[in-house]
Nanobody, 120 residues
Framework: QVQLVESGGGLVQPGGSLTRSCAAS????????????MGWYRQAPGKQRELVAR???????NYADSVKGRFTISRDNAKTTAYLQMNSLKPEDTAVYYC??????????WGQGTQVTVSS
């Protein structure tokens, strides 16, 4: 069984930055992790969960239009960890953010979700 443990959420002022981490553990090795598509999703109150960013096993990245140029997704297969660097945060980025992993998008593994609040 694979667990995804997230860290790095919290409260930040508009224009600020946060770095999210998603560490995979359990029945997974670096080689297995390297084949996963890693993604970050978010869900704001009253809205559907949406894909924010994803990175394939080959390193190809995709972003939602709303975060292009501000967010960067990356991965470290040796550490079985994915990251989401969030810059120039806006109040509309406020949501619960979820890490996701699997062979498709979305994959079968989800993190616990962490609140990110952008407010002054």
């Amino acid at each position: 069984q694979v667990q995804l443990v997230e860290s790095g959420g919290g409260l930040v002022q508009p224009g600020g930055s946060l770095t999210r981490s998603c560490a995979a553990s359990g029945s997974i090795s670096g080689s297995i992790f390297s084949f996963y598509v890693m993604g970050w999703y978010r869900q704001a109150p009253g809205k559907q969960r949406e894909l924010v960013a994803r990175i394939t096993s080959g390193g190809t990245t995709n972003y939602a239009d709303s975060v292009k140029g501000r967010f960067t997704i990356s991965r470290d297969n040796a550490k079985t960890t994915a990251y989401l660097q969030m810059n120039s945060l806006k109040p509309e980025d406020t949501a619960v953010y979820y890490c996701n992993a699997g062979h498709v998008t979305p994959g079968q593994h989800w993190g616990q979700g962490t609140q990110v609040t952008v407010s002054s």
